[in-house]
Structures are given as structure tokens and as C-alpha cells.
């Protein structure tokens, strides 16, 4: 089987399709979500990845067998020019969209990479783990939430956010200089919990639905 990159494009409002590079993600923005899940607060930005056969621009979730799978709704950016951001206020211009995602975590087994002090990586990169909508270009200003089965679990909002959009940028792309077409998961807030098979699943923010997925296939 060959690997066709067409797979891991990300669309735009404009209709723009851009080639996905990297998949980053920040730990523990959210002071409350840290809690939950008796965590320490950082001092300083902390990431992960996801692979790329992660990514899913789908309305349509696919569960392990036997995993026990956690929603986690999340801002996320796609990044629109290649390099390192010389500064925090420099950081914006490496924007090239805003939408809203869902990182799907394998908790038990990320609970158990945690006790042995090792990545996270094969607890979050599961096929279609990283849930990505039709990118804009507005900056999401309105609370951003997702609801299961019509339940609002999670609404929250980026000025609640420990490190910034513009901090994340600029911290992660002095560590590795960043690429057009990589997208960064900016974080959760509290209230993530476990899916279900046959699950109702919609995101959005402020009045505006922007995705509806469906729980209704368990793959290996």
C-alpha cells in the first residue's frame, strides 16, 4: 500500500488545502484540567506529538477495541510559514488558521506510560485520534465547547489558557523550528471523559456548530 500524502491534507473556508508536515500538542494549558487529573500546573510549555495516519478530517470517530478513549476538545492552530519566531509578538504571523479539534487520548495506557516515565506517543496517535475541523481565518474569540449526546462537557475559553497562542509558537518553534502546514493542539480545559460506541459528538464555539461526528465503528 502506497502513502498518499492527499491524506493528510487539512482544508480552509477558502477552500485552500494544505499538506500536514507535524501534528504538536501542549500539556496542561488549562489550570483546571491539570487538576483534574492530579497534575502539577507547569512552569513552561510542555509538548507531544501525534503521528500524521492520526490525523482525521472526518465526521466520524473510530474507537479501539477495548481502550478506553477520553474526548479532549481543543483550539487548534495551523501554521502558515516556515521557521523560528524571533519574538512573542512575532508569533501571530506564523498563523495561518484557527479551528477546533479534538485530541483523543488512550487514558489507561497513557496512564501507564506516565507511572514509567515514558512518551505518550502510541497512547495518542491511534488512526484518527486527532480530529481536525475546516480551518478560518479568525481568531476564535467566543468559548469554545463540545457536547456528547446534546451535554455540554467542556466550554472554555483561550484567555483562560496558561502559555498563549503566540507563547506556544514561540517557545516551540526555538526548540524545533516550525514548518507551513504544522498544526498545534493549544489545549484542554477541564471536564475530558470517556467516549462511547454510538455516540453523538458536536463541537463549536460561541452559537456556531462547526463539526458533528458520529461514535458508530470499533476498528483494531
Not at 27 to 42: F, T
Not at 73 to 84: A, D, F, H, T, W
Not at 89 to 102: C, E, H, K, V
Not at 198 to 220: M, P, Q
Request: with cysteine; charged share 25%.
Amino acid at each position: 500500500m502506497g502513502f498518499d500524502l492527499k491524506e493528510y491534507q487539512v482544508r480552509k473556508a477558502t477552500g485552500e488545502e494544505v499538506l500536514v508536515r507535524n501534528i504538536y500538542c501542549i500539556g496542561r494549558n488549562y489550570i483546571e484540567h491539570a487538576k483534574e487529573l492530579n497534575h502539577s500546573v507547569p512552569n513552561e510549555p510542555f509538548f507531544f506529538q501525534k503521528s500524521l495516519p492520526s490525523l482525521n478530517i472526518s465526521d466520524k470517530i473510530y474507537l479501539p477495541v477495548n481502550r478506553e478513549i477520553h474526548y479532549e476538545v481543543e483550539i487548534v492552530l495551523l501554521i502558515g510559514k516556515s521557521g523560528v519566531s524571533q519574538s512573542v509578538d512575532d508569533s501571530l504571523s506564523f498563523i495561518n488558521g484557527f479551528t477546533i479539534g479534538i485530541d483523543l487520548t488512550d487514558r489507561n495506557f497513557q496512564n501507564i506510560l506516565k507511572e514509567k516515565q515514558l512518551p505518550w506517543l502510541l497512547s495518542k496517535s491511534f488512526s484518527g485520534s486527532a480530529v481536525v475541523s475546516e480551518f478560518i481565518d479568525e481568531e476564535i474569540s467566543d468559548n469554545f465547547w463540545i457536547k456528547i449526546n446534546g451535554e455540554t462537557r467542556q466550554e472554555s475559553n483561550y484567555e483562560n489558557m496558561l502559555f498563549s497562542f503566540q507563547d506556544q509558537i514561540h517557545y516551540l518553534s526555538n526548540k524545533i523550528p516550525l514548518m507551513v502546514g504544522d498544526l498545534i493542539f493549544t489545549g484542554t480545559p477541564s471536564g475530558v471523559g470517556i467516549l462511547n460506541k454510538d455516540d453523538d459528538v458536536e463541537i463549536g464555539y460561541g452559537e456556531k456548530l462547526i463539526n458533528s461526528l458520529k461514535v458508530n465503528s470499533i476498528s483494531n
